[in-house]
């Protein structure tokens, strides 16, 4: 998947070296004007590539009540409860976090809860598919437009 957009936008017959940032956020270290980034769990994979900083998440349709007190702020726990479909929203509200964290690099924080507050210039962008189980949630930087993104799901 990787490959296929980097050719298809790049212009490259080949997928770079990897190299690893300060908190293990990969980069082709031939190539420091392409940013990607890639997720996976049972149900799909994402990729996403892009001229700046890029982060992507993809988790399984989820709702745990003790995984949503450690992460969710009063407001999205709300948000979530009043949801007709409280464990895609919980979910969406997951990928957003993670996929901030991935563009940012900084990994996961001590205060989970006020990740979306600090969020100013970042745009995010979500796909639920219930019926393959998923949701994907990408964040890159404001003026930029990723080159390419894909996600697959698996069958299973």
């Excluded at 293990?24 to 049972?42: A, D, L, M, T, V």
């Excluded at 994979?45 to 399984?60: K, L, R, T």
């Excluded at 450690?70 to 969406?92: K, M, Y």
């Amino acid at each position: 998947m990787l490959e296929d957009i980097l050719r298809e936008h790049f212009g490259t017959d080949r997928c770079p070296v990897f190299s690893y940032g300060i908190h293990g956020k990969p980069y082709f270290r031939e190539h420091p004007e392409i940013s990607f980034n890639i997720s996976h769990c049972r149900r799909g994979i994402a990729c996403a590539v892009s001229d700046s900083p890029v982060g992507i998440d993809i988790e399984e349709i989820q709702y745990d009540e003790k995984f949503v007190s450690i992460i969710l702020n009063p407001g999205e726990l709300a948000t979530v409860r009043n949801s007709n479909e409280p464990d895609v929203e919980f979910t969406r509200l997951w990928t957003l976090k993670e996929s901030f964290l991935k563009l940012t690099g900084g990994g996961i924080r001590d205060n989970l809860k006020d990740i979306l507050l600090e969020t100013e210039g970042v745009r995010f962008k979500t796909h639920a598919n219930r019926s393959a189980g998923y949701v994907c949630s990408m964040a890159v930087y404001d003026k930029h437009t990723p080159a390419g993104t894909s996600t697959g799901s698996s069958q299973r």
